[in-house]
């Protein structure tokens, strides 16, 4: 069956979030007949995925294609492009907390026509400029995995991602446990 990588952070006061963002807080709840966890949050923290309506189930998995930027930074999409096809989840490894991904690093990715686009940052650009690269690829039905980690566990291409956010109609982000499960060795 090959590995699962979990390629997501855990909810807690040290996950990635945007400056000014609190941290979530969780606070157990007790009595006679309960025993449960009230948790608060915003939702553009930790590893969420950002998406305009509800999500088709069918497209929240697809062939996974790593992009490692580490060397090259986000300019050099293409130097680094593992074969990536349409209906594909694109993991870009940039290894910063705030890449600035360019207009056309955009536009290159848009038209892989990918399912998904993940990156290991709090976005594609910080501060004013991350909404306008978001919308590049959501406006075109593409679903933005932001925060994703543990990206040394996976190969270039040949694994399989699985995203499957909480189903919470109207809203612009939510909390999502991204897996990666890869060939078993020697496959």
Same mark, same amino acid.
């Given at each position: 069956?090959?590995?699962?990588?979990?390629?997501?952070?855990?909810?807690?006061a040290?996950?990635?979030?945007?400056?000014?963002?609190?941290?979530?807080r969780?606070?157990?709840?007790?009595g006679?007949e309960?025993?449960t966890?009230?948790?608060a949050f915003?939702?553009?923290?930790g590893?969420?995925?950002?998406?305009?309506g509800?999500?088709?189930?069918?497209?929240?998995?697809?062939p996974?294609? =790593?992009f490692? $930027?580490?060397r &090259? !930074?986000?300019?050099?999409?293409a130097?680094?492009?593992?074969g990536? %096809?349409?209906?594909? /989840?694109?993991?870009?490894?940039?290894?910063r907390s705030?890449?600035?991904?360019s207009?056309?690093?955009m536009a290159?990715?848009?038209?892989?026509a990918?399912?998904a686009?993940?990156v290991?940052?709090r976005?594609?650009a910080?501060g004013?400029?991350?909404q306008a690269?978001?919308a590049?690829?959501?406006d075109?039905?593409?679903l933005?995995?932001e925060?994703?980690?543990? =990206?040394?566990g $996976?190969?270039? &291409? !040949?694994?399989?991602?699985?995203f499957?956010p909480l189903?919470i109609? %109207?809203?612009d982000? /939510?909390?999502?446990?991204v897996?990666?499960?890869?060939p078993?060795?020697?496959?």
């Amino acid at each position: 069956m090959g590995k699962w990588v979990d390629l997501s952070h855990p909810v807690t006061a040290g996950a990635p979030r945007r400056p000014g963002t609190p941290p979530p807080r969780l606070e157990r709840i007790t009595g006679p007949e309960l025993s449960t966890f009230w948790v608060a949050f915003t939702f553009h923290q930790g590893t969420h995925v950002d998406l305009r309506g509800e999500p088709a189930v069918e497209n929240l998995s697809g062939p996974g294609y =790593l992009f490692d $930027l580490g060397r &090259s !930074g986000p300019a050099d999409l293409a130097a680094v492009d593992p074969g990536a %096809g349409p209906g594909g /989840v694109l993991i870009l490894w940039t290894g910063r907390s705030d890449p600035v991904f360019s207009p056309p690093a955009m536009a290159w990715l848009k038209e892989r026509a990918p399912r998904a686009v993940g990156v290991d940052a709090r976005g594609f650009a910080p501060g004013g400029l991350h909404q306008a690269r978001d919308a590049v690829l959501m406006d075109a039905g593409i679903l933005v995995l932001e925060n994703v980690t543990n =990206l040394a566990g $996976l190969p270039a &291409s !040949g694994f399989e991602v699985f995203f499957f956010p909480l189903l919470i109609p %109207g809203i612009d982000a /939510v909390p999502v446990r991204v897996v990666a499960r890869c060939p078993a060795a020697g496959t």
